[in-house]
């Protein structure tokens, strides 16, 4: 089932809004460390248009980071760190969270993403 969402969103991202995948381009990367039951940092700030790779590391259980808007969702499970990259084209403030359920603090998993411009 993981690759069907994995597809659809790839589809989603495709229509036009933002790209993502794993491409070999240079530029920043933010590494985020999950655990439970918190995203750290918890918060990152990216910039329109930029190309950012998210390296993510997981130092328990398998989470996995699903931001909606940005066409993120990646399962990270402990040792096997995951890239991801993404390009936001448009500004705001979205909000990541943990996509696997991973305990009884699951639902406070959160990352938020501000795109400026
Ligand atoms: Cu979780």
Sequence with gaps: MQWMMALTL?????TGLLHTGN???TGRTIEIHARRFSFEPAEITLQKGETVTLKLVSEDV????????LGVNREVSKGHDQEVTVTPDKVGDFQGKC???????????????????
Excluded: N
């Design 10 to 14: 790839a589809v989603l991202g495709g």
């Design 23 to 25: 491409a070999q381009e």
């Design 62 to 69: 398998a989470h996995s980071l699903v931001i909606k808007e």
């Design 99 to 117: 996509g696997r359920f991973c305990g009884s603090g699951h639902g406070s998993m959160k990352l938020t993403v501000h795109v400026k411009e």
